[in-house]
């Protein structure tokens, strides 16, 4: 079964840094102390909303355990891969227009 122990406060803190040292408007749904329905929702730089969930623990790589976040736009349909928080926030700002 899917856990989340991996998502922390201070994961989630990480992530919101991330996302402001990038320069992305973001919030979120204020689950962090219940990872599973946790939800942030990131604007890129041309309007797109993204949506960043935690990944499961089957999703985590032992080998790269700062790789715990994934994102989904709708316009256009993409979902990334599981990424650290700063890739993440890259990936996002970064996404071409």
Request: proline share 8%; net charge positive; charged share 15%.
């Amino acid at each position: 079964m899917a856990t989340f122990a991996h998502i922390t406060p201070a994961r989630c803190t990480q992530l919101g840094n991330a996302l402001t040292a990038a320069g992305l408007a973001w919030e979120d749904n204020g689950n962090q102390a219940r990872p599973e329905p946790l939800t942030y929702t990131a604007t890129d730089p041309q309007g797109r909303h993204w949506t960043i969930d935690a990944a499961t623990s089957n999703q985590i790589t032992p080998s790269r355990p700062a790789t715990l976040w994934q994102a989904q736009c709708a316009t256009p349909m993409r979902r990334t891969t599981v990424m650290s928080a700063r890739a993440l926030a890259h990936h996002i700002r970064d996404f071409p227009a």
